[in-house]
């Protein structure tokens, strides 16, 4: 069974996923807090996880991978997982997702929280 599909026969997007179409967004300059002017990007199209990520999905992640846990102790497994660090992050984000996963760019998420959605 294939967890994933193809969105516009351009990105790899998987069913837990949702679809962004890929177009020129008009997104914002936070960079600089005097600079707020949106600015046009051009972004190809790509898949955003429906959910952030729970304590149980990045336990299955420590275990697998037997990395260092977040927590001290452990949280409720429906919670969001919280404190990580951006390079592990970024390596959850290989691991769930092992045929090109990756953290969002700024960019992205923007598009993404505007709801430009295909699903």
């Given at each position: 069974?294939?967890?994933?599909?193809?969105?516009?026969?351009?990105?790899?997007?998987?069913?837990?996923a949702?679809?962004?179409?890929?177009?020129?967004?008009?997104?914002?300059?936070?960079?600089?807090?005097?600079?707020?002017?949106?600015?046009?990007?051009?972004?190809?199209?790509?898949?955003?996880?429906?959910?952030?990520?729970?304590?149980g999905?990045?336990?299955?992640?420590?275990?697998?991978?037997?990395?260092?846990?977040?927590?001290?102790?452990?949280p409720?497994?429906?919670?969001p997982?919280?404190?990580?660090?951006l390079?592990?992050a970024?390596?959850?984000?290989?691991?769930?997702?092992?045929?090109g996963?990756?953290?969002?760019?700024?960019?992205?998420w923007?598009?993404?929280a505007?709801?430009?959605?295909?699903?």
């Amino acid at each position: 069974m294939k967890n994933n599909h193809s969105l516009n026969g351009r990105a790899t997007v998987w069913r837990c996923a949702v679809g962004v179409r890929g177009k020129c967004y008009s997104v914002l300059a936070r960079r600089v807090p005097w600079k707020t002017a949106a600015h046009p990007v051009q972004l190809e199209s790509f898949g955003l996880d429906k959910r952030e990520v729970t304590v149980g999905d990045y336990a299955k992640y420590v275990t697998a991978r037997n990395v260092s846990a977040p927590w001290t102790t452990r949280p409720d497994d429906a919670m969001p997982v919280t404190g990580v660090r951006l390079a592990e992050a970024a390596n959850y984000c290989a691991w769930r997702h092992p045929a090109g996963g990756r953290l969002p760019t700024e960019a992205e998420w923007e598009a993404a929280a505007r709801k430009a959605t295909t699903a």
